[in-house]
């Protein structure tokens, strides 16, 4: 049975760091993406990132470019999402998710790769809290 799970999640002050992690079993990375996405209560959900996990390429959603940064390490099965600096705003859930080989590219067309149809296997989530 395939299974994500994140971790890494809790709470940080303004302009701090977390550190999630995405642990998948039974799923080889290298031959597919891994998608990061949030929800706040009230709201719709969001891709934040992706990373193919054959070669490692990325694609970061506009508002979150300088701040978050994933990574994959193939031995481990593990994808990473590193975000600094965070902002103050409203708790969230983030949400790895696991899509087909090619979605964190160019080539599976504009704005699949932070869409969340593109994705069809999903953890089930880590709260991440800003505040002072």
């Known amino acids: 049975q395939v299974q994500l799970v994140e971790s890494g999640g809790g709470s940080a002050q303004p302009g701090g760091s977390l550190r999630l992690s995405c642990r998948v079993s039974t799923l080889a990375l290298d031959v597919h993406s891994i998608g990061w996405f949030r929800q706040a209560p009230g709201k719709e959900r969001e891709g934040v990132a992706c990373i193919r996990g054959y070669d490692g390429s990325t694609f970061y959603g506009d508002s979150m470019k300088g701040g978050f940064t994933t990574s994959v390490d193939n031995a481990k099965n593990t994808v990473s999402l590193q975000m600094n600096n965070l902002k103050p705003e409203a708790p969230a859930v983030y949400y790895c998710?696991?899509?087909?080989?090619?979605?964190?590219?160019?080539?599976?067309?504009?704005?699949?790769?932070?869409?969340?149809?593109?994705?069809?296997?999903w953890g089930q989530g880590t709260q991440v809290t800003v505040s002072s």
């Open positions: 998710a696991a899509g087909y080989e090619g979605v964190c590219t160019e080539i599976a067309g504009a704005g699949k790769q932070l869409d969340e149809s593109s994705y069809g296997l």
